[in-house]
């Protein structure tokens, strides 16, 4: 990482935070109209600043904090006032206000020794490769790397259970966390959606049930774990091992519900939704209850309407390759793949992640070593929203008054040309999602 060069200011853990909560719509809290003085969650959610990855609702001692779900706006962390008593443990576990990348921060002692660069993040070792079963190579998004990892740390007694996400079997646009204790459990996670989802809700039944647990998620999902784990021994102690996911951006609900109503299907008749079928780069597949099935090619089912649908927090958060995992895997976009049942970026980070990848190879995992260069360069749309787009982001909004994260350690400092980006990403933003409502109300 380069050093943070602080051209604008943060309202992040500022005042912006501490502050009366229910005093509306939006806020987050459940009894709209009072006025109570709390330090929650909910002040972050009005903010334009939660990540909905549900970190807070899992570590919250009261059971004050539930995620309620909606097909518009996603997860919205929702506090009970009854219930909450202001200890403010859900902001200190909370991603959404930004989050230390400098090297003094915690989670990178793990990573002590290890290259590092901006966007790359730390690293030990990078490789391209994918699942040595087939099925599970040509099932996955990509490579099937995260199925075989996670299944091979299975069966190796690295862990006994796996927090993962699998699409919602009463509600084809929802997707829901799950803990997976089997080979077949964890198949039934594969595949990425491009969807929310709060994972890290399922922190609290780790605090509650003793054992060994990986955890799979977007890089907010890992960040607000790192967070979790700095408030609590026993998630130190038991979440061994993250595996995080490249992440340009994820997709609110809706998006899946557009995409059915453009290829002409009843969005409320649907029954599946599979974002990345199998191969690579695989399709978008909807079924409906009438026995409808359409297949969206990728990208271009993404490339246009997600640009409506984004959460607008992630346009906002710069850690593309989730920089805090023990291991992160992507999809191998280069031209020397394509026509591949599937091949995946790995950045082992931490000594865990590279011990975790020697014992899997070759019998989980074919690997192949790579180098820093060609892995940036597999990333190149990613770059692009994680850095100019980002950096022109963050300056219009900071320019309109609203909170933005800080992330001390990035490279935040944004020149013409990423201003010019943001502009045009933004108007891009809001043209797709005018013209979404519009046509498919
Ligand atoms: C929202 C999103 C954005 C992405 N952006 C990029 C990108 O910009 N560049 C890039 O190279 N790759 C990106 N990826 C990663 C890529 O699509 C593959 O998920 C990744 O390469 C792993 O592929 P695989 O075949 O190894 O995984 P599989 O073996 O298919 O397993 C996928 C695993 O991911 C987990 N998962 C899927 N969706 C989610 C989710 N929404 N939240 C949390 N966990 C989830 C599942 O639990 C499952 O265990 C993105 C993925 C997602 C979900």
């Known amino acids: 990482m380069s050093a943070r060069a602080d051209d604008d200011a943060t309202l992040a853990g500022s005042a912006a935070f501490v502050g009366p909560v229910g005093a509306g719509p939006g806020t987050g809290a459940d009894s709209p109209g009072a006025v109570v003085a709390r330090t929650t969650v909910a002040s972050v959610y009005s903010s334009g600043l939660c990540m909905q990855c549900g970190t807070c609702a899992a570590l919250c001692k009261q059971g004050a904090i539930t995620m309620r779900w909606n097909v518009r706006t996603g997860l919205e962390p929702v506090v009970s006032l009854e219930a909450c008593n202001d200890c403010g443990t859900c902001l200190e576990v909370c991603p959404g206000p930004g989050l230390d990348f400098t090297d003094g921060a915690w989670w990178r002692e793990r990573n002590r020794g290890a290259p590092s660069a901006d966007f790359l993040g730390p690293w030990r070792r990078l490789a391209f490769g994918w ?3 087939a099925e599970v190579r040509y099932r996955g998004a990509s490579g099937g790397v995260a199925t075989a990892i996670l299944q091979g740390a299975l069966a190796t007694g690295s862990v006994d259970s796996v927090i993962a996400c699998r699409m919602d079997p009463d509600n084809a646009l929802e997707v829901e966390p799950v803990i997976a204790r089997t080979p077949e459990e964890i198949s039934a996670c594969r595949g ?14 780790v605090i509650e049930e003793p054992g060994r647990y990986a955890l799979i998620g977007l890089p907010c999902h890992i960040q607000g774990l790192r967070l979790a784990q700095r408030r609590h021994p026993l998630l130190r102690e038991r979440v061994v091992l993250a595996v995080g996911i490249f ?5 609110l609900p809706q998006m899946a519900a557009v995409a059915a109503r453009r290829a002409g299907l009843d969005a409320d008749d649907l029954t599946s939704v599979t974002y990345r079928g199998p191969d690579w780069p695989g399709v978008m597949r909807l079924e409906t209850a009438s026995g409808e099935c359409r297949d969206l090619p990728y990208p271009d089912y993404y490339v246009d309407m997600m640009y409506g649908y984004v959460p607008t927090r992630c346009r906002f958060c710069p850690d593309a390759l989730a920089e805090l995992a023990d291991i992160s895997v992507g999809d191998a976009w280069l ?5 591949t049942p599937g091949v995946s970026d790995l950045i082992a980070r931490t000594d865990a992640g590279v011990r975790l990848l020697e014992d899997l190879e070759p019998e989980w995992l074919t690997l192949e070593e790579a180098r820093p260069g060609d892995m940036v360069d597999s990333q190149v749309e990613t ?7 980002y950096r022109g982001r963050r300056w219009l909004r900071r320019l309109a008054g609203r909170a933005v994260p800080d992330y001390p350690g990035v490279q935040i400092t944004s020149t013409a040309a990423d201003r010019l980006r943001g502009a045009h990403d933004l108007a891009r933003q809001v043209v797709y999602k005018a013209l979404g409502d519009l046509r498919y109300p």
């Open 335 to 339: 031209d020397r793949f394509y026509g």
């Open 131 to 133: 699942a040595t079963d």
């Open 192 to 205: 990425s959606k491009y969807n929310v989802v709060a994972t890290n809700v399922l922190l609290r039944r």
């Open 247 to 251: 992440c340009g951006w994820t997709g």
């Open 383 to 389: 770059y692009v929203m994680k850095r100019p787009i």
